[in-house]
T-cell receptor, first 115, second 111 residues
Framework: AQTVTQSQPEMSVQEAETVTLSCTYDTSESNYYLFWYKQPPSRQMILVIR??????QNATENRFSVNFQKAAKSFSLKISDSQLGDTAMYFCAFMYEGGGNKLTFGTGTQLKVEL | NAGVTQTPKFRVLKTGQSMTLLCAQDMNHEYMYWYRQDPGMGLRLIHYSVGEGTTAKGEVPDGYNVSRLKKQNFLLGLESAAPSQTSVYFC??????????FGSGTRLTVV
């Protein structure tokens, strides 16, 4: 079974600063995908970034980037130039090929961006 | 706009009542899912479907049933609601492994 662990229930960051959210996972699969989802107060689940395990290059989407350490099974999210609109719950998630492409989620990190 | 539509958005049930949550997607996705979200527990998979006419159990299936009679629709049923089923329910669909498109969620309260 796959597990995803987010050890930081809450974090805060000053506007315009950089923050890193941690995520570790456990799997015996070799072909898999990792995701970060954002859930603002509106409750909508929004895909932030996606990483294929076979790619060594870390994914980047504008101010969002990941540090993917496959051997350590670590997948952290870095948010640069934090904005008030980044305030949200962030979920790390894992999917492996086959088995219905099910997503396994971590318990989430509540990020608050402060003035 | 294309996407995943969930109805209703809010519902209050009495213990023992039944209800059906409807999920509809217009992206021609094969895969559809029902999750529940509880504080401190993330999202947990209830049931899923890999195509029309198929369903399978997820992590927390007890007390729920599902049907996928049409490719675009995935129904989640509660036959006899219990307070433990108070939660926010999310439907999602996906095209293979490109991540999910989520609905906006249904907040269900069982009293």
């Amino acid at each position: 079974a796959q597990t995803v662990t987010q050890s930081q229930p809450e974090m805060s960051v000053q506007e315009a600063e950089t923050v890193t959210l941690s995520c570790t996972y456990d799997t015996s699969e070799s072909n898999y995908y990792l995701f970060w989802y954002k859930q603002p107060p509106s409750r909508q689940m929004i895909l932030v970034i996606r990483q294929e395990a076979y790619k060594q290059q870390n994914a980047t989407e504008n101010r969002f980037s990941v540090n993917f350490q496959k051997a350590a099974k670590s997948f952290s999210l870095k948010i640069s130039d934090s904005q008030l609109g980044d305030t949200a719950m962030y979920f790390c998630a894992f999917m492996y090929e086959g088995g219905g492409n099910k997503l396994t989620f971590g318990t989430g990190t509540q990020l608050k961006v402060e003035l | 706009n294309a996407g995943v539509t969930q109805t209703p958005k809010f519902r209050v049930l009495k213990t023992g009542q039944s209800m059906t949550l409807l999920c509809a997607q217009d992206m021609n996705h094969e895969y559809m899912y029902w999750y529940r979200q509880d504080p401190g527990m993330g999202l947990r998979l209830i049931h899923y479907s890999v195509g029309e006419g198929t369903t399978a159990k997820g992590e927390v299936p007890d007390g729920y049933n599902v049907s996928r009679l049409k490719k675009q629709n995935f129904l989640l049923g509660l036959e006899s609601a219990a307070p433990s089923q108070t939660s926010v329910y999310f439907c999602a669909s996906s095209y293979v492994r490109y991540g999910y498109t989520f609905g906006s969620g249904t907040r269900l309260t069982v009293v």
